[in-house]
Protein backbone atom coordinates (compact mmCIF):
# COMPACT_ATOMS: atom_id res chain seq x y z
CA UNK A 1 0.00 0.00 0.00
CA UNK A 2 1.02 3.73 -0.53
CA UNK A 3 -0.47 7.08 0.99
CA UNK A 4 -0.50 10.47 -0.80
CA UNK A 5 -0.07 13.56 0.96
CA UNK A 6 -1.04 16.87 -0.65
CA UNK A 7 -0.15 20.29 0.36
CA UNK A 8 1.01 23.99 -0.04
CA UNK A 9 -2.57 24.47 -1.94
CA UNK A 10 -4.54 27.81 -1.01
CA UNK A 11 -5.78 30.77 -1.88
CA UNK A 12 -3.68 33.29 -4.60
CA UNK A 13 -4.46 36.26 -6.40
CA UNK A 14 -4.11 36.60 -10.08
CA UNK A 15 -0.24 36.10 -11.54
CA UNK A 16 0.61 34.36 -8.27
CA UNK A 17 2.73 31.69 -7.21
CA UNK A 18 2.20 28.42 -5.09
CA UNK A 19 4.37 25.17 -4.97
CA UNK A 20 2.25 21.88 -3.94
CA UNK A 21 3.98 19.23 -2.60
CA UNK A 22 3.07 15.62 -2.22
CA UNK A 23 4.53 12.95 0.33
CA UNK A 24 4.62 9.04 -0.74
CA UNK A 25 5.12 6.64 2.16
CA UNK A 26 4.51 3.17 2.01
CA UNK A 27 5.52 0.15 -0.49
CA UNK A 28 6.66 3.15 -3.16
CA UNK A 29 7.96 1.99 -5.91
CA UNK A 30 9.93 5.17 -8.23
CA UNK A 31 10.15 3.33 -11.30
CA UNK A 32 6.67 4.69 -11.70
CA UNK A 33 5.55 7.78 -13.19
CA UNK A 34 4.08 10.12 -10.48
CA UNK A 35 1.76 12.94 -11.49
CA UNK A 36 -0.40 16.09 -10.83
CA UNK A 37 -4.39 16.10 -11.54
CA UNK A 38 -6.90 18.13 -11.22
CA UNK A 39 -10.42 18.85 -10.64
CA UNK A 40 -12.69 21.79 -11.16
CA UNK A 41 -15.99 22.16 -9.87
CA UNK A 42 -18.37 20.65 -12.99
CA UNK A 43 -15.63 19.53 -15.05
CA UNK A 44 -13.53 16.06 -15.20
CA UNK A 45 -10.40 15.29 -13.76
CA UNK A 46 -7.76 16.05 -15.73
CA UNK A 47 -3.67 15.69 -16.18
CA UNK A 48 -1.74 18.86 -15.10
CA UNK A 49 1.83 17.37 -14.90
CA UNK A 50 3.88 13.77 -14.89
CA UNK A 51 7.22 12.67 -14.67
CA UNK A 52 9.01 10.05 -14.35
CA UNK A 53 12.81 11.35 -14.00
CA UNK A 54 13.47 14.98 -14.45
CA UNK A 55 14.12 14.56 -18.41
CA UNK A 56 10.73 12.80 -18.68
CA UNK A 57 8.18 14.80 -17.79
CA UNK A 58 4.49 15.77 -19.76
CA UNK A 59 2.48 18.56 -19.03
CA UNK A 60 -1.36 19.50 -19.98
CA UNK A 61 -1.38 22.35 -22.52
CA UNK A 62 -3.09 25.16 -20.24
CA UNK A 63 -0.39 25.11 -18.07
CA UNK A 64 2.76 24.64 -20.10
CA UNK A 65 5.42 27.68 -19.23
CA UNK A 66 3.83 28.02 -16.30
CA UNK A 67 4.30 25.24 -14.09
CA UNK A 68 6.81 22.64 -13.77
CA UNK A 69 6.97 19.52 -11.97
CA UNK A 70 9.89 17.89 -10.61
CA UNK A 71 10.53 14.53 -7.73
CA UNK A 72 13.15 13.63 -5.47
CA UNK A 73 12.93 10.18 -5.41
CA UNK A 74 15.26 9.92 -2.23
CA UNK A 75 12.51 12.00 -0.52
CA UNK A 76 9.72 10.18 -1.92
CA UNK A 77 8.47 13.93 -2.77
CA UNK A 78 6.94 15.24 -5.31
CA UNK A 79 6.27 18.71 -6.33
CA UNK A 80 4.15 21.40 -9.10
CA UNK A 81 5.45 24.86 -9.09
CA UNK A 82 2.96 26.74 -10.14
CA UNK A 83 3.56 30.61 -11.68
CA UNK A 84 1.09 32.99 -13.30
CA UNK A 85 -1.68 31.47 -11.84
CA UNK A 86 -4.86 32.51 -13.75
CA UNK A 87 -8.29 32.00 -11.78
CA UNK A 88 -9.02 28.97 -14.39
CA UNK A 89 -6.40 27.00 -12.44
CA UNK A 90 -8.55 26.94 -9.64
CA UNK A 91 -9.30 23.48 -8.52
CA UNK A 92 -8.38 20.91 -6.54
CA UNK A 93 -5.12 18.98 -7.17
CA UNK A 94 -4.37 15.27 -6.94
CA UNK A 95 -1.16 13.49 -6.59
CA UNK A 96 -1.07 10.17 -8.40
CA UNK A 97 1.74 7.53 -8.70
CA UNK A 98 1.28 4.83 -10.91
CA UNK A 99 -0.42 5.87 -13.78
CA UNK A 100 1.91 6.73 -16.87
CA UNK A 101 2.68 10.28 -18.80
CA UNK A 102 -0.58 10.89 -20.06
CA UNK A 103 -2.66 9.58 -17.52
CA UNK A 104 -3.34 5.96 -18.31
CA UNK A 105 -3.51 2.49 -15.73
CA UNK A 106 -0.85 0.79 -16.55
CA UNK A 107 -1.02 -1.57 -13.73
CA UNK A 108 -4.32 -1.90 -11.72
CA UNK A 109 -2.42 -2.43 -8.54
CA UNK A 110 -0.59 0.62 -8.84
CA UNK A 111 -2.67 3.27 -9.11
CA UNK A 112 -2.52 5.61 -5.85
CA UNK A 113 -4.24 8.81 -5.36
CA UNK A 114 -3.72 11.77 -2.42
CA UNK A 115 -7.00 13.06 -1.05
CA UNK A 116 -5.70 16.72 -2.49
CA UNK A 117 -5.64 20.28 -1.80
CA UNK A 118 -7.74 22.91 -3.06
CA UNK A 119 -5.84 25.81 -4.54
CA UNK A 120 -7.94 29.05 -5.61
CA UNK A 121 -7.06 31.65 -7.69
CA UNK A 122 -9.37 34.99 -6.92
CA UNK A 123 -8.54 38.67 -6.10
Known amino acids: QVQLVESGGGLVQPGGSLRLSCLAS????????MGWYRQAPGKQRELVAA???????NYGDSVKGRFTISRDSAKNTLYLQMNSLKAEDTAVYYC?????????????????WGKGTLVTVSS
Open 26 to 33: GNVDNRYA
Open 96 to 112: NLGRDLVGLVINSGMDY
Open 51 to 57: IIDPGTT
